[in-house]
């Protein structure tokens, strides 16, 4: 299969990391995760906004436009042929010896872009996942989309240790957002997300999510919510890239509301599709 390497289309096999890649020693760098259906890119401008924005606050230059970026993007879909599925792609601080300080401007942004096939997960989005509270211990700047994810790989692994499939994070108390995702509850009616501060990943779902509540006059808050609450939720759904909209089943082995029912998920859920659909065409 191809790849995006600097820029230009490569086989996979032609190109290596350097073991000083300041991304491979450091974390240094940032990524995106994006959607493709029926070959077409779902939410690409929100997506491609967000990594500049990340790079722009970690004072990272990207040494490509974002036209220049959808185009190489568009290219790697089509040479590999993918139809449903995911690009996988990150920009690191560059190759330069190591050492904490930034390298010197002539030293340029590793671009790496590749593909995935995958599908919709249709079955875990209707039966829902289950969840288990982790402690949040990551730093405070979880608004860039940075390499650095050991504290959500803790995490998440901590959760599917205990048998489940996410982690849900908190601070003192107070729900952020999922290892790999964002975390939203239903509580009469109405849906409540973290706020879109440094504590949580403005993700590109929750930002639909939204949408479809506009779309379905359900009404939102973006308000901080706490475990006690989200205990006794009457729905809970994470948000993802790849998740779309799933339901949350149990957390902590406690069911959330009525296994299956997922009223608000479901209608939230359909506009999501409407939505996918909108800018993808039919979905199967
Ligand atoms: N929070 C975290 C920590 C994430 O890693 C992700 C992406 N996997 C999300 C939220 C969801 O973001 P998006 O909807 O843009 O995929």
Redesign the pocket.
């Known amino acids: 299969s191809y790849i995006v390497f600097n820029g230009e289309l490569t086989k996979r096999d032609t190109i290596s990391i350097d073991i000083e890649d300041r991304g491979y020693q450091f974390g240094d760098g940032i990524y995106e995760?994006v959607r493709v259906y029926n070959g077409r890119l779902f939410t690409w401008e929100e997506h491609v906004e967000r990594l500049y924005a990340s790079a722009e606050k970690i004072r990272m230059t990207v040494p490509y436009a974002k036209e220049e970026m959808k185009a190489v993007m568009e290219k790697l879909i089509e040479k590999n042929q993918l139809t449903d599925g995911t690009i996988y792609l990150q920009l690191t601080r560059g190759i330069a010896p190591r050492n904490h300080a930034f390298p010197g401007s002539d030293v340029q942004a590793v671009l790496v872009a590749y593909t995935r096939v995958s599908d919709r997960p249709v079955a875990l989005m209707e039966k829902g996942a289950d969840a288990l509270v982790v402690e949040d211990k990551r730093w405070l700047h979880c608004d860039i989309k940075s390499l650095n994810l050991l504290g959500?790989v803790l995490a998440h692994q901590e959760a599917l240790d205990a048998g489940c499939y996410e982690a849900i994070l908190h601070r003192d108390g107070v729900v952020t957002?999922?290892?790999?995702?964002?975390i939203s509850i239903v509580m009469n009616g109405t849906v409540y997300t973290h706020p879109a501060n440094n504590l949580?990943?403005n993700?590109?779902?929750?930002k639909v999510m939204l949408k479809a509540c506009d779309s379905t006059a359900t009404s939102y808050k973006e308000e901080a919510f706490t475990v006690e609450q989200l205990l006794k939720a009457d729905e809970a759904f994470i948000?993802?890239?790849t998740l779309e909209i799933t339901p949350i089943r149990r957390i902590n082995n406690q069911p959330i509301g009525i296994e299956g029912e997922y009223k608000v998920i479901k209608k939230l859920q359909e506009a999501f599709t409407a939505d996918i659909e909108a800018e993808c065409g039919p979905l199967h």
Do not use: K
Not at 177 to 182: A, D, F, L, P, R
Not at 203 to 206: E, K, L, P, Q, T
């Open positions: 995760v959500n957002e999922g290892s790999h995702t964002n949580i990943l993700g590109i779902s929750r948000t993802s890239t």
